[in-house]
Nanobody, 126 residues
Framework: VQLQACGGGLVQAGGSLRLSCEAS????????VGWFRQAPGKEREFVSA????????YYGDSAKGRFTTSRDNAKNTVYLQMNSLEPEDTARYYC????????????????????WGQGTHVTVSS
């Protein structure tokens, strides 16, 4: 499985961005695609996860109420719509894929994922 993230850029506080993660290779419905972010000097942080089948959505605390994850199976793409962006959201955003059971707590742990994209950088100016 190969993952390609894009859509990052510079945005003012309060603005929106939509990140895309295009997957190629053998994608099974049991795969979960997660979004993580990492700011300089900080650990990688869980943002959201979605099962390739579209159900089993899960959000990290930083994303709740502002970010929405969705997928388009026809395009093999998972999206992260980010609204009401804050300077604290500045980070490199990564998508990752792995196999998890339903409601698995492992979805929020970077080490549980098998495949990673190269990431896309988001900068939110104040």
């Amino acid at each position: 499985v190969q993952l390609q993230a894009c859509g990052g850029g510079l945005v003012q506080a309060g603005g929106s961005l939509r990140l895309s993660c295009e997957a190629s290779g053998r994608i099974f419905s049991t795969y979960v695609v997660g979004w993580f972010r990492q700011a300089p000097g900080k650990e990688r942080e869980f943002v959201s996860a979605i099962r390739w089948s579209g159900i089993d959505l899960y959000y990290g605390d930083s994303a709740k109420g502002r970010f929405t994850t969705s997928r388009d199976n026809a395009k093999n793409t998972v999206y992260l719509q980010m609204n009401s962006l804050e300077p604290e959201d500045t980070a490199r955003y990564y998508c990752a894929a792995g196999v998890f059971g339903y409601n698995s707590g492992g979805r929020s742990h970077p080490s549980s994922y098998d495949y990673w994209g190269q990431g896309t950088h988001v900068t939110v100016s104040s």
